[in-house]
């Protein structure tokens, strides 16, 4: 039976994975898929892109049909999380999907929804949770743990041994040193190195990576302080 691709999210990421799925179509990988189109709540988010798919839907709404198979192009961990685990609690089929370019060790393990993208590499006896995302060029070595939600954007290297909880978002060229511990709902920042542990919800910046605090409202200039 034909199924019908829907890729969940009609932005730029979307775009790109439209891109990588139809060059591995063409390629003769997975020849009973097609691409049906995207759901977006944003009508308009392929105006102006020479694209001929339809958005077919809000994924908020959507009822999937029994012919649907679903990508997530959503890069936002939490809001990735929230999405596709709605639609799956209404039916949807979401394959973890391993593009032709990319590779997979032995005895490694996928959760449902999760994409490895084109020169992505995950080494032998990693487990990889639901819906996580390998942008291109990013590697997770040996026995390494990633947990539900995460996504590891372009260049990313998790080392061996390391633990990476719930909803982790790696900017490009970020490096979790072996056996590093990050907490659920971290924010790595692009460039980073997490050498040991990070708290969960914070955003770490730099090398070694260190938390970055944001302050709770900006501060007042002088001159109005002095003006009051």
């Not at 009973?32 to 189109?37: L, P």
């Amino acid at each position: 039976m034909s199924r019908r691709v829907l890729i969940v999210g009609a932005g730029g990421f979307g775009r790109e994975i439209l891109h990588w799925l139809d060059l591995a179509l063409q390629a003769g990988s997975q020849p009973d898929w097609r691409v049906g189109g995207f759901l977006d709540r944003n009508t308009g988010a392929l105006d102006g892109f020479d694209i001929d798919l339809p958005i077919v839907g809000d994924p908020a709404t959507y009822q999937p049909q029994p012919d649907d198979l679903f990508l997530s192009a959503i890069g936002a961990p939490q809001t990735k999380l929230t999405v596709c685990r709605q639609l799956a609690e209404r039916g949807a089929d979401f394959p973890a999907w391993v593009h032709p370019l990319a590779s997979l060790g032995a005895r490694s393990r996928l959760g449902r929804g999760t994409l490895l993208l084109p020169n992505s590499g995950v080494s032998v006896d990693v487990t990889i949770g639901e819906f996580v995302t390998l942008n291109c060029r990013s590697v997770v070595g040996h026995d390494a743990v990633i947990g539900d939600g995460c996504t590891l954007n372009s260049f990313v290297d998790v080392a061996g041994g390391a633990v990476l909880g719930t909803g982790v978002s790696i900017g490009s060229h970020g490096v979790i040193a072996p056996r590093a511990r990050v907490g659920d709902f971290t924010t790595v920042g692009a460039g980073s190195v997490v050498v040991r542990r990070t708290k969960p919800g914070t955003t770490v910046l730099g090398v070694p990576a260190r938390r970055l605090d944001f302050p709770a409202e900006l501060p007042v200039p002088v001159e109005q302080r002095r003006s009051a």
